[in-house]
């Protein structure tokens, strides 16, 4: 007797019916309880609700490190509180010019040991920032050189939010798989997680006198481009997301090849599709970048998740407002169309 495979894919997938894929040509007032209905449903699944609770009326407490005068920038490095016990640092990029207040745009890293690091262009070395450029990953530097004020923090699991024993005595250097174990011990998920530091870091920003926050995106590569895809999708303060190198579906990434346990959402299935979460953004303003080669994203699956996300723009008659754009490599960051579309909203209309 051998485990088949397909047999248990097509039987749980047969009996299973999402609760909130997307049905097509819903009116306005139906369309808006899907989404807030969907948005609950989503932040249970995700444990954000007991995030949420446990962190209700606590105060960011925010500490400015250290400020750093840059090529045409400041470099302010601060953390906040998020939860009871939980500092997430992060870098403020200002530029030098532009009329204030700025919009601000959030870039979030992916896996990797550097964390923030390399997205806010801080470079440990040469091969470090040879690295960071080809892949274009340096989202932060790339973003204040736009003159857009930048928030670029560390991810829980990586760089200053990794453990100790991680960062210190091994050579992957991250902590997502510890950290996720606890996490779903106890009804939470990293991405919860990461998505609610999210929503404290633009707390954060509404305070900073040199911020517009009507006029926040966010952006971000790999683990970077999970978190933007799910942070736009249950915050509306986010006005614009541009997740890179994620949107595919779930069935074809994250249930087909191997990933990271920080991807893992238990009974995301009973909910909906990728799709249909990224659905959540809709009318607000959605680039999808992928590389035409990304061997854990797989590009047809991330053109048909696409296809599905198209039609509900349309259904709204803003089908301008959500675009993919196709890079000619792998699993990377790819800046090209970026700049020229957040500024097409932020600063033409």
């Known amino acids: ?15 299973t019916n999402p609760a909130f894929s997307y049905r097509s040509g819903l ?13 609950e449903a989503l932040a249970r699944k995700l444990g954000l609700d007991k995030v949420r609770a446990g962190a209700a009326g606590l105060p960011l407490e925010p500490q400015l490190l250290e400020t ?16 009871p016990g939980v500092r997430i640092p992060f870098y403020l990029l200002l530029p030098d010019g532009g009329a204030r207040p700025l919009p601000l745009v959030i ?31 340096n989202i932060g530097l790339q973003a204040v050189k736009e003159g857009y004020a930048v928030i670029v923090p560390d991810q829980r699991g990586f ?11 091994t050579d992957l250097g991250y902590s997502c ?42 952006t971000g590569n790999s683990g970077g481009g999970t978190t933007s895809l799910f942070a736009a999708a249950l915050d509306e303060r986010i006005k614009l997301a541009v997740p890179g190198s994620y949107f595919c579906t779930f069935a074809d990434s994250v249930l087909a090849v191997y990933h990271c346990s920080c991807n893992i959402i238990p009974g995301i299935m009973e909910l909906g ?51 993919l ?25």
């Open 177 to 218: 798989e510890p950290m996720q174990r606890k996490a779903l011990m106890y009804g939470r998920t990293l991405i919860g997680e990461r998505v609610h530091d999210t929503a404290r870091l633009i707390d954060y920003a509404a305070a900073r006198a040199e911020i517009d926050s009507s006029r926040i995106a966010v």
């Open 273 to 323: 599709e990728m799709y249909d979460i990224a659905a959540l953004i809709a009318p607000r303003p959605l680039l999808v970048v992928h590389g035409r080669d990304d061997g854990i994203f797989p590009i047809e699956a991330t053109r048909r998740a696409f296809g599905c996300v198209q039609e509900v723009y349309r259904h709204l008659q803003v089908p301008d407002r959500c675009e």
């Open 107 to 137: 870039a979030i890293h992916g896996h990797g040991k550097r964390g923030k690091e390399t997205f806010a262009g801080n470079y440990a070395s040469e091969a470090e920032r040879i690295s960071g450029e080809e892949g274009e990953r």
């Open 68 to 83: 750093v005068r840059m090529d045409g920038y400041v470099r302010e490095k601060i953390t906040i509180q998020t939860e």
């Open 159 to 169: 760089g200053e939010m990794a453990r100790e024993t991680d960062r210190l005595n």
């Open 325 to 349: 754009y196709v890079g000619d490599g792998g699993h990377r960051y790819y800046k090209k169309p970026v700049w020229p579309f957040v500024y097409k909203y932020f600063f033409e209309k």
């Open 1 to 15: 007797m051998e485990f088949n495979e397909q047999a248990y894919n097509a039987h749980v997938r047969n009996q």
């Open 27 to 39: 009116a306005a007032a139906d369309f808006a309880a899907w989404q807030r209905q969907f948005r």
